[in-house]
T-cell receptor
Framework: DAGITQSPRHKVTETGTPVTLRCHQTENHRYMYWYRQDPGHGLRLIHYSYGVKDTDKGEVSDGYSVSRSKTEDFLLTLESATSSQTSVYFC????????????FGPGTRLTVT | GQQVMQIPQYQHVQEGEDFTTYCNSSTTLSNIQWYKQRPGGHPVFLIQLVKSGEVKKQKRLTFQFGEAKKNSSLHITATQTTDVGTYFCAGQEAAGNKLTFGGGTRVLVKP
């Protein structure tokens, strides 16, 4: 498996609280992605990064922000968590875009009560 | 925006039988990738198809990319219990740098 870790692996939080999820890679890959996975929706892209301090929105970015201050770390922040953000969050990395596969981290299960 | 649809959403298969899952994109794709996610696990890359009409095989799995590069299929022969999981296709448009995932086909195998 590619060197990708996510922390925390599980989190329960209350509505309205801020939450930060961390993705860490040891592969020195340029591209990093945050997805959420919900039943019936597959994997939906939240935000992605194409380099340090370079990020862009995905299809479900509302309510989320990201930061990448180092190549190896990509942070996902929920400024004020809502119950609709209860999901499994996956981080992924890739060396490039075209013809490059993505490697996924183990996931973080977030429950917002 | 681009949409990728997969059918069926669920597939119950008797061990030893064959089945096919289909993937359709609303736009022409640059390439398509397939991933497998075991229950409780994370998606794992299986294969990528780039050329129109391309067919690739991995043991009992056969992947095909449509001539128009808007659809793809995964055919599994002689299904085994190790095939249990959810199979996702993911398409990339020529002008984009993101993958759009289909909803997945969840495969359950009856021994």
């Amino acid at each position: 498996d590619a060197g990708i870790t996510q922390s925390p692996r599980h989190k329960v939080t209350e509505t309205g609280t801020p939450v930060t999820l961390r993705c860490h890679q040891t592969e020195n890959h340029r591209y990093m992605y945050w997805y959420r996975q919900d039943p019936g929706h597959g994997l939906r892209l939240i935000h992605y990064s194409y380099g340090v301090k370079d990020t862009d929105k995905g299809e479900v970015s509302d309510g989320y922000s990201v930061s990448r201050s180092k190549t190896e770390d990509f942070l996902l922040t929920l400024e004020s968590a809502t119950s609709s953000q209860t999901s499994v969050y996956f981080c992924a990395i890739s060396a490039g875009t075209k013809i490059y596969e993505q490697y996924f981290g183990p996931g973080t299960r977030l429950t917002v009560t | 925006g681009q949409q990728v649809m997969q059918i069926p959403q669920y597939q119950h298969v008797q061990e030893g039988e064959d089945f096919t899952t289909y993937c359709n994109s609303s736009t022409t794709l640059s390439n398509i990738q397939w991933y497998k996610q075991r229950p409780g696990g994370h998606p794992v890359f299986l294969i990528q198809l780039v050329k129109s009409g391309e067919v690739k095989k991995q043991k009992r799995l056969t992947f095909q990319f449509g001539e128009a590069k808007k659809n793809s299929s995964l055919h599994i022969t002689a299904t085994q219990t190790t095939d249990v999981g959810t199979y996702f296709c993911a398409g990339q448009e020529a002008a984009g740098n993101k993958l759009t995932f289909g909803g997945g086909t969840r495969v359950l195998v009856k021994p």
